[in-house]
């Protein structure tokens, strides 16, 4: 069964860090681009990060430059995001998707497989 389960999300205070991990189970995450998405309550979905497929170059949005870092671990299977110096304009449902490209999109059509999401919440 083809399945990726996000999991890291939780309550910190503002300026504090969280790992998000997106572990695959069906298939190998080292064959597909990685996104990271995330969806904050009223407002639309957007890209946060990416790890390409191609040479594993990686992509961040603008406001979490310098903050956020993806990476993989071909072993475990897995993504992760780390995410530093967390503010709560932050806060979101923070999902992982696949897609069998080579190279990254902030398209969310563009991912072939979703996890079920994980909440962040940065609040003093």
């Known amino acids: 069964q083809v399945q990726l389960v996000e999991s890291g999300g939780g309550l910190v205070q503002p300026g504090g860090s969280l790992r998000l991990s997106c572990a695959a189970s069906g298939f190998t995450l080292d064959y597909y681009s990685i996104g990271w998405f995330r969806q904050a309550p009223g407002k639309e979905r957007e890209g946060v990060s990416c790890?390409?497929?191609?040479?594993?170059?990686?992509y961040y949005l603008d406001s979490v430059k310098g903050r956020f870092t993806i990476s993989r671990d071909n072993a475990k299977n897995t993504v992760y995001l780390q995410m530093n110096s967390l503010k709560p304009e932050d806060t979101a449902v923070y999902y992982c998707?696949?897609?069998?490209?080579?190279?990254?999109?902030?398209?969310?059509?563009?991912?072939?497989?979703w996890g079920q999401g994980t909440q962040v919440t940065v609040s003093s």
């Open positions: 790890i390409s497929r191609r040479d594993d170059s990686t």
């Open positions: 998707a696949a897609r069998t490209s080579h190279y990254c999109s902030d398209y969310g059509f563009q991912y072939r497989y």
